[in-house]
């Protein structure tokens, strides 16, 4: 009976207490407690634990099952420490991307990120179709997919972190992901982040881009070469209108909409002061939004241009 007691009287207080610590944790917002029907997609490994515990000699099933939880919320308990007191550098890790034009005179982007922010522009290089520094958690996988089609280049960036992790992911945690463009073909843009999402298209020859924020705001600055649809998804939208463009807002929510200085509205359309060119007029389809402000590109103001200038490569240094 002694070494009975002695054999399990250390597992149930071990199971109390990584439980109360998961559990005060969790309800101090620090981590997500994970859900049932997330624990039930484990239950092979109560079968292995069972076998490896009987291999070594413990026959009680109570024992088995308690040894099983104890170090199964053991274990959680060390993810939850490395993932609050562990450096950033060992949770992140930098990867870059470089992808070439190959003479496509039409590309095809679509960029998703759930656990980063991004920022958007165009490249320097008449090489490169895509290049990049992008910050990536250690606990996410990075998928990257290029098509070659008849002069139509499709590349496909995508960033998917690991779900049953017992933690959320919140704005101080994003990474971020710095993504250049090529200047050279016509360009179709699907970019999706979980925070802020900054892109400069001014110098792009963009002919849609669907832009979307699912917990941040979004800042871009409209191309110059007119024609374009953009449809966007976010908290708040901040638009940057170059010179001679006009702007027509299709809304199917009730936004509040701000102009800048510089900016005349007439219905739903919006135009700069100066002349403007013939024609020359983007599209803007606002999915959700719960504010819309629209700059002119004369009048912007000076604590809005970090924002919308070229990739920081600062930030991304290892």
Same mark, same amino acid.
């Given at each position: ?5 002695? *054999?399990?009287? /250390? ?10 610590? #998961?559990?005060?944790?969790?309800? /101090? ?11 039930? *997609? ?7 634990? &069972? ?13 088995? #099952? ?12 060390? &993810?939850?420490?490395?993932? /609050? ?7 992140? %890790? ?22 980063? =922010? ?12 895509? !290049? ?11 998928? +990257? ?25 919140? !704005? ?21 982040? %979980? ?6 298209? *001014? ?15 979004? %800042?871009? =600055? ?10 966007? @998804? ?7 209108? $170059?010179?001679? #463009?006009?702007? @027509? ?13 510089? #900016?005349? +509205?007439?219905? !739903? ?5 100066? $002349? ?7 599209? @803007?389809?606002?999915? =959700? ?15 809005? !241009?970090?924002?919308?200038? $070229?990739? *920081?490569?600062? +930030?991304?240094?290892?």
């Amino acid at each position: 009976m002694s070494s009975r007691r002695r *054999r399990y009287g /250390l597992a149930l207080p071990l199971i109390l207490i990584s439980g109360g610590v #998961l559990l005060l944790l969790g309800n /101090l917002g620090l981590i997500d407690v994970p859900s049932w029907s997330t624990l039930l *997609r484990f239950w092979p490994v109560l079968l292995i634990a &069972m076998g490896i515990d009987l291999v070594f000699g413990r026959s009680s099933l109570s024992g088995v #099952l308690s040894g099983i939880l104890a170090v199964a919320l053991l274990v959680a308990l060390g &993810m939850v420490g490395f993932r /609050l007191f562990a450096p950033s550098s060992w949770q992140t %890790r930098l990867e870059t991307v470089s992808i070439e034009l190959e003479e496509a005179s039409v590309a095809e982007i679509d960029v998703s990120c759930d656990a980063c =922010e991004l920022e958007v522009a165009a490249s320097e290089s008449a090489e490169s179709l895509v !290049s990049g520094r992008l910050r990536v958690p250690q606990i996410s996988s990075l998928q +990257q997919t290029v098509v070659q089609k008849p002069d139509v280049r499709s590349v496909e960036l995508k960033n998917r972190m690991v779900r049953w992790l017992p933690w959320r992911v919140d !704005s101080a945690d994003l990474a971020l992901w710095q993504i250049n463009l090529s200047t050279v073909p016509a360009i179709a843009l699907s970019a999706s982040a %979980r925070g802020d999402l900054t892109a400069n298209l *001014r110098h792009l020859q963009i002919e849609e881009a669907v832009l979307t924020s699912t917990a941040g705001d979004v %800042r871009v =600055e409209i191309s110059d070469t007119g024609g374009a649809e953009y449809v966007v @998804l976010c908290d708040d939208l901040t638009l940057i209108l $170059p010179e001679g #463009l006009s702007l @027509l807002i299709d809304s199917s929510t009730s936004n509040a909409l701000a102009l800048g200085e510089g #900016l005349v +509205q007439s219905g !739903s359309r919006i135009t700069t002061a100066s $002349p403007g060119r013939s024609g020359a007029q983007a599209t @803007l389809r606002v999915r =959700e939004a719960e504010t819309i402000t629209v700059l002119s590109a004369g009048h912007i103001s000076p604590s809005l !241009s970090p924002n919308l200038s $070229p990739n *920081r490569d600062s +930030q991304t240094s290892p």
